[in-house]
């Protein structure tokens, strides 16, 4: 693959290693070639590196296979998923769900990947929508159109949302960014 | 109020934010007498730049900037004029980049690069006001200053140029700052001047990359239009003198470490033209690109019927409102990016 193809979440090989790629920027320093800047999560030991190519140069794709599969329950070091079709069960390590742990619903479909047959991370859809188990109620008569405030959904995970938001309403999240999309009408 | 400069704007007020700016862009430019054109988004010839990789869209390309069409009316026009342009660069996409942005440019004819550099600020002046008003946001004062490339290159890093070194002596006086990536990216070129300009090319993208970039990013409201490049890294510039130094009569403005504008004193000699083509497609061939046409239509105008006197820039209009909404994202502004 070309360096151009490289994106949040790509997985290439480095040194015989699968790697995704978890921060991605692309800069042209002095309008002259450009970078891209990575961190890349090594998908078996959850290590993290910093590697930077210039525009231009190849890479080799990570020949990851991924199946679509059903998050079940969190244990005491792992997630575990299965396979909606044969019933098959995986867990993976905490370390290899990292944050994506914020968004995983029960019965939440995902995709797990493989790696030379080993489960080594997976991949969420890029929105879910999640409900809000805590907010403070925002302040009546507040249009100032820019205002957030902080809100915790299901999982435990908090977010920056607008003011209008209130308690039990569900909302959108891109699971790329982190943050809030809209709100979602039930 | 908390503005978190990492949120997207929402649809509506991006909208609001977009219709407001782009009226009052174009209300400022008519009232500094630049008329508004349009010129086509596929080109036969994209201007042969060696780190700007085109879309195709045949039987040509997607515009990655309208430069050489603007160039061609300000031939048969010759007054001065802007353009609101929808460009294209591919493989672009990150905070600051995406592969289709807005491109302010304008061209003033029989007047200075220096009036140009204040067009700048006027710009940046009219998006600040009109955003920070409909988004109801404190209006950040961004405090400019102006600095020679070679003596802020001086500054920042102690390495004393006098702009017009070769290759080997341009790694030789350098590589204690930048090591060995300066001397791998200059060397190899049989050609001197494509060593140089190599070398040039090198030296500029390191020192923006680990000294520049950073120092920039310390300030992020203060303004600097960097000035009197050397001449090697002229690329549609004129070169003049600077005492005894040859400059390229070239600018870059930034905001932080946020790069907005880039302008020249336009280069109307057809012969010199096709040379420096020739040159940024020798550069991209020693990278490994393919070489670009040469707009032999925009040559030939150059030629018969000869480019005006004039000074313009091209500024990332996208940029200047990410920084006036307070986003550290352009597709957290941008009117189309994040709608597919």
């Known amino acids: 693959m070309d360096v151009s193809d490289l994106r949040k979440n790509a997985k290439v090989k480095l040194d015989g290693h699968p790697y995704t790629v978890v921060e991605f920027q692309f800069v042209k320093p002095g309008k002259g070639q450009g970078l891209y800047k990575c961190k890349l999560k090594n998908m078996i030991t959850g290590s993290v590196i ?60 995902i995709e797990v990947l493989f790696y030379n047959g080993r489960p080594v991370g997976l991949s969420l859809p890029s929105h879910v929508v999640m409900e809000i188990t805590e907010t403070e109620q925002g302040v009546k008569g507040d249009t100032a159109t820019n205002a957030t405030k902080s809100a915790t959904v299901q999982t435990g995970y908090s977010l920056q949302v607008p003011l209008f938001i209130k308690q039990g309403e569900r909302v959108k999240i891109d699971t790329r960014t982190g943050q809030y999309v809209e709100r979602v009408n039930q | 109020m ?21 009226a009052s862009v174009r209300a400022r430019m008519r009232e500094l007498d630049f008329r508004e054109v349009s010129t086509p988004v596929r080109v036969t010839a994209p201007a042969v730049e060696p780190f700007i990789a085109p879309i195709a869209c045949a039987p040509g390309w997607l515009a990655t900037s309208p430069e050489l069409a603007m160039k061609r009316l300000l031939c048969r026009h010759r007054g001065s004029m802007f353009q609101i342009a929808h460009c294209f660069r591919h493989a672009e996409v990150g905070s600051l980049h995406a592969e289709e942005f807005h ?17 700048v600020e006027v710009v940046v002046d009219v998006v600040f006001d009109v955003v920070t008003r409909v988004l109801e946001l404190p209006r950040p004062r961004v405090a400019w200053r102006t600095a020679s490339f070679l003596s802020l290159l001086a500054d920042t890093t102690g390495v004393q140029l006098r702009g017009d070194e070769g290759a080997h ?22 050609d001197a001047e494509l060593g140089a300009l190599r070398a040039w090319t090198a030296l ?79 550069l991209r061939s020693s990278l490994g690109e393919e070489p670009l046409p040469i707009d032999e239509a925009f040559l030939s105008d150059l030629r018969q019927l000869g480019l005006p006197s004039c000074s313009g820039v091209a500024l990332g209009l996208d940029r200047v409102v990410m920084l006036a909404c307070a986003r550290d994202r352009l597709e957290h502004v941008s009117p189309f990016l994040g709608t597919t």
Request: with cysteine; charged share 30%.
């Open chain 2, 2 to 22: 908390t503005v978190s400069p990492n949120t997207a704007l929402p649809w509506h007020e991006r909208i609001r934010v977009w219709d407001h700016v782009l």
């Open chain 2, 204 to 282: 500029f993208s390191l020192w923006s990359d680990r000294v520049l970039g950073p120092r920039f990013a310390a300030e992020p409201w203060a303004g600097t239009h960097i000035v009197a490049f050397p001449a090697v890294l002229c690329a549609l510039a004129q070169t003049g003198r600077a005492g005894d130094q040859r400059i390229a009569c070239r600018f870059e403005s930034h905001i932080g470490a946020v790069e907005l504008a880039n302008g020249y004193k336009e280069l109307g000699d057809e012969e010199e033209q096709r040379r420096r083509f020739a040159l940024a497609n020798r």
């Open chain 2, 103 to 119: 491109l302010l440019e304008w061209y003033r004819v029989d007047d200075t690069l220096e009036t140009v550099v204040h067009d």
């Open chain 2, 169 to 190: 002596e341009l790694v030789l006086v350098a590589r204690h700052v930048f090591g060995d990536e300066l001397e791998r990216a200059a060397s190899s070129d049989a």
């Open chain 1, 50 to 109: 910093d590697r930077t190519w210039r525009s231009g140069e190849k890479l080799e794709a990570a020949d990851v296979e991924s199946r679509k599969m059903q998050f079940l329950y969190a244990g005491a070091d792992g997630y575990t998923f299965m396979d909606s079709a044969t019933y098959e069960q995986v867990e993976l390590a905490s370390e290899l769900v990292g944050d994506d742990k914020h968004f995983l619903l029960d019965q939440l479909e």
